[in-house]
């Protein structure tokens, strides 16, 4: 499924996968911000999941930026897909 997600947390997400080379594969089109990826289910699962802890359970100052950018990942994946692994 191809969806719109912010570039940071993605990025961020792609540098601590196990599989990173899966994910930068999975970019369709940078538009500086924001990427739009192809990602199976459970691809979205993961990330979805991820951006989840980072948006509700960290609370360092230096990561408010990333912060930031988790919340606008679980808001974009949970805007443009109807149902997650």
Same mark, same amino acid.
């Given at each position: 499924?191809? %969806? ?72 974009? %994946? ?8």
């Amino acid at each position: 499924m191809e %969806i719109k997600v912010p570039a940071r947390f993605y990025q961020d997400h792609t540098d601590r996968s196990n599989t990173p080379e899966l994910l930068v594969d999975a970019v369709i089109k940078d538009s500086g911000s924001y990427l739009f990826v192809e990602l199976n289910d459970d691809q979205i699962a993961n990330l979805l999941s991820d951006a989840e802890y980072y948006a509700d359970g960290v609370d360092y100052p230096e990561l408010r930026g990333l912060q930031k950018s988790a919340k606008a990942t679980v808001k974009a %994946i949970n805007t443009q897909v109807k149902c997650v692994a």
